[in-house]
């Protein structure tokens, strides 16, 4: 099964982009996993919704064709780490092709954009930094590749 992250923006802290990479690293042992990072939008001024818009345009004309696409919203549903691994278990088990993940930019995801996605998944009501969500996705989905091979790295419910 594929998964993707399709991020906004690249890193600017080389500590975190190290450990991104890290668990990007880790996680590609158990999904054929593929990153994208969408430049963030220039040239459109400083309103937030304007930003948001034009990084959907650009994300909807790299969203590959066949996997559904998951938001990473505050607004969005929580999961424990145990339902992501579920989840991804079921889609691998059902034939799905996969999932790309998509993390917004300074601004977050465009309303319309998220409302287009196949689902909608919140990592934490708090808001976080798009490099921290990131970090945390690629964390989780290394965790739940780990929950689905019965591998110890896993210590929750």
């Known amino acids: 099964m594929k998964l993707m992250i399709m991020a906004v923006g690249s890193p600017r802290d080389r500590g975190v982009a190290s450990a991104i990479r890290d668990y990007e ?65 079921d889609m691998a088990t059902y034939g799905h092709a996969g999932a790309v993940f998509v993390v917004g930019g300074a601004f977050g995801l465009d309303e319309a954009f998220v409302r287009r996605c196949k689902r909608a998944i919140s990592l934490s009501r708090m808001t976080l930094p798009h490099d921290l969500a990131r970090l945390v996705l690629a964390e989780q989905l290394y965790r739940a590749g780990t929950i689905l091979r019965g591998e110890p790295y896993h210590k929750g419910d």
Request: charged fraction near 30%; glycine fraction near 10%; proline fraction near 5%.
């Open 25 to 89: 690293t880790r996680a590609g042992r158990y999904f054929r996993l593929e990153t994208l990072e969408v430049p963030s939008a220039s040239g459109v001024g400083n309103d937030p919704r304007l930003i948001r818009a034009r990084e959907a345009e650009d994300i909807g004309r790299r969203l590959p064709d066949g996997l559904d696409t998951w938001a990473l919203t505050r607004e969005g549903t929580t999961m424990t780490s145990r339902e992501l691994a579920d989840s991804l278990g």
